[in-house]
């Protein structure tokens, strides 16, 4: 996916539309817990503020339902990103109408405006497919992407995020920019760089370690990787469905029973095309889910009244020494309920496992998401190669998915 990217175009004298993704996590007293998402933005809009333009952002925030919701809002980021920047940037009440209009216009080269949360219209989320069945939608998604559109002389979509959606900042906006320059930032340029390179020119030993809790998620992504990868390791919740397939009893565990057919034939497929598909071998069992909750590890069979909660001490040295030979490993999902001491050894162990072997050589794509979120909190994330900010959208790429948002972007 060759696509032109900010550092291609002339932004001198121009305002630049730009799709980030701010969707930062916030206390209740509105302050910014994490603003990595805000500090992957920085390069992209450096580059154009420095090349001799002004900047139009655009994102959004939670999920406030097509209106208006205080705890949404994306104040607390133009806050923010003035800090980062050292100087101010302007906020507009709403991403349409005559306040943005207004402060757009009167930008100059060097300027930052950050407009409101493209999510409190309902016409952001209008599926696109949708729009196109029925006049009304496509005419009022159309008409709040004109809005947006009108503002900027060039897109950038640097919102890896939300690039598997076709949500109108995302999609119709530079639908409707045709003839202007529409390209991507530096952090999709790296997204697609690091996944792409993973799945399509990976060194090989290659191995996926999926987890998470449903297998729903994860059949796409197994099916296309099985035809790429030299091994899949498997954990988390989902496990249990292949347990089951199995014909091992988990008792209480987490079982998606419409899948375990499919899981069968994965597994048989697994074995046709040579692709290596690794179960735990041991579980830590619990009554509950609970911090502290009393435990066990068993082997095999999970009895009744109990549940697979982690991967056992067993099951995190096999994983640990399958990766201590890959040169590509791609992660996403984790192998318990890892924000719960004590079930979080599991992933703990795995992201150890990981880092160790990217220091010995190997290639390492973290599929944001919980994945992300384990790597960071053990302090490993320069002990990793790259960490994704998108787990929706990482996961989608794994399977194979096009995106939309990013086709009708320019070729480089």
């Known amino acids: 996916m060759a696509k032109k990217t900010v550092a291609q175009i002339n932004v001198m004298g121009k305002k630049v539309l730009m799709r980030c993704d701010f969707n930062v996590p916030l206390d209740k007293q509105q302050n910014i817990t994490n603003d990595t998402r805000i500090t992957e933005a920085l390069p992209t809009i450096k580059h154009v503020l420095q090349n001799g333009g002004s900047v139009i952002l655009m994102s959004h925030l939670g999920r406030p ?106 999609y119709t906006v530079p639908a409707l920019m045709k003839g202007k320059d529409r390209v991507i930032g530096f952090l999709i340029e ?79 497929k697994g074995k046709q095309t040579g692709c290596e598909i690794v179960l735990p071998i041991d579980t830590v069992i619990a009554q509950e889910i609970k911090a502290g909750a009393a435990n066990k590890i068993v082997e095999g069979n999970i009895p009744d009244g109990w549940q697979g909660l982690d991967i056992g001490p067993a099951t995190r040295k096999l994983f640990a020494d399958k990766l201590k030979s890959a040169k590509t490993i791609v992660w996403n999902g984790p192998m318990g309920v890892f924000e719960m001491p004590p079930f979080d050894a599991g992933t703990r162990a795995v992201a150890q496992a990981v880092a160790d072997a990217t220091g010995k050589g190997a290639k390492s794509v973290i599929g944001g998401g919980d994945s992300a979120s384990a790597i960071i909190g053990m302090g490993l994330k320069d002990k990793v190669s790259h960490i994704s900010t998108g787990g929706g959208a990482s996961l989608e790429f794994l399977e194979g998915k096009k995106f939309k948002c990013l086709d009708i972007l320019d070729e480089a």
Do not use: W
């Open 190 to 268: 790296k997204e697609l760089k690091f996944l792409g390179d993973a799945v399509s020119n990976p060194v090989r030993p290659f191995v996926a370690i999926l987890g998470g809790a449903k297998v729903s998620d994860k059949l796409g992504v197994i099916e296309n990787l099985m035809q790429k990868v030299n091994m899949i390791l498997i954990g988390g919740a989902m496990a249990y469905t292949f347990f089951k397939a199995q014909g091992k009893t988990i008792g209480g565990s987490l079982c998606e029973d419409e899948f375990i057919e499919k899981a069968k034939e994965l597994l048989a």
């Open 65 to 170: 339902d097509g209106k208006p919701e205080a705890k949404y809002s994306l104040a607390p980021v133009a806050k923010r990103l003035s800090e980062l920047l050292g100087k101010q940037v302007v906020f507009a009440n709403d991403c349409i109408g005559p306040d943005p209009a207004a402060k757009a216009k009167a930008l100059k080269p060097g300027d930052v405006l950050l407009l409101e949360n493209v999510r409190y219209h309902p016409e952001e989320e209008i599926k696109d497919k949708k729009a196109k069945e029925d006049p009304a939608l496509r005419k009022a998604k159309d008409d709040f992407a004109k809005q947006m559109a009108d503002l900027g002389d060039a897109y950038v979509d640097d919102a890896f995020g939300t690039a598997h959606r076709d949500n109108a900042s995302m």
